[in-house]
T-cell receptor, first 110, second 112 residues
Framework: GENVEQHPSTLSVQEGDSAVIKCTYS??????FPWYKQELGKRPQLIID?????GEKKDQRIAVTLNKTAKHFSLHITETQPEDSAVYFC?????????FGKGTMLLVSP | DGGITQSPKYLFRKEGQNVTLSCEQN?????MYWYRQDPGQGLRLIYY???????QKGDIAEGYSVSREKKESFPLTVTSAQKNPTAFYLC???????????FGQGTRLTVV
């Protein structure tokens, strides 16, 4: 089955800095890679996703890159703000179920 | 107001008792999922159902059971066979594979 590794497990940055979270996957058949944000005590919510026919996707301060050859994808957050503090999960999916990474706790200090 | 609703938000049970967690969605999604979330472990798939009256085991199905008698509902029973049931349980639905997963607000189960 699919295996998704996510790093780092925690990330502390100063407000205004950039943050990068990296994930690797094992199944070359995976073709859908979403990122979810989970604030403390709340449900995970999709923030951005990318499909295997695209190398990069941006949405305001958030971007995701995908390297299919190396089987890794990354989340980039620029100009971080305190409200970006949360746990971020990457996931990979082929034809049925999502496999999630273990999560990254991002702490943005004012 | 469309969405996916889990109940209750908090649940306390004694060891050895079965307990059922509710999950209802009005998004008209065919696929529904149950995940378990433990600190530092991410979301692990317990069971999923892609159509009414059919469901499949996920990665950690032992000690759990589900039913899918209606499209809108996918209840999860945590049985006494589950060795470490204390966790945060999340239900989700998707409108087909490789689409956005919509999550419920979760149920925190504590076994005492």
């Amino acid at each position: 089955g699919e295996n998704v590794e996510q790093h780092p497990s925690t990330l502390s940055v100063q407000e205004g800095d950039s943050a990068v979270i990296k994930c690797t996957y094992s199944d070359s058949a995976s073709n859908y890679f979403p990122w979810y944000k989970q604030e403390l005590g709340k449900r995970p919510q999709l923030i951005i996703d990318i499909r295997s026919n695209v190398g990069e996707k941006k949405d305001q301060r958030i971007a995701v890159t995908l390297n299919k050859t190396a089987k890794h994808f990354s989340l980039h957050i620029t100009e971080t703000q305190p409200e970006d503090s949360a746990v971020y999960f990457c996931a990979a999916s082929g034809y049925s179920t999502l496999t999630f990474g273990k999560g990254t706790m991002l702490l943005v200090s004012p | 107001d469309g969405g996916i609703t889990q109940s209750p938000k908090y649940l306390f049970r004694k060891e050895g008792q079965n307990v059922t967690l509710s999950c209802e969605q009005n998004l008209n999604h065919d696929a529904m999922y149950w995940y378990r979330q433990d600190p530092g472990q991410g979301l692990r798939l317990i069971y999923y159902s892609q159509i009414v009256n059919d469901f499949q085991k996920g990665d950690i199905a032992e000690g759990y059971s589900v039913s899918r008698e209606k499209k809108e509902s996918f209840p999860l029973t945590v049985t006494s066979a589950q060795k470490n049931p204390t966790a945060f349980y999340l239900c989700a639905s998707q409108n087909g594979a490789n689409t956005e997963a919509f999550f419920g607000q979760g149920t925190r189960l504590t076994v005492v």
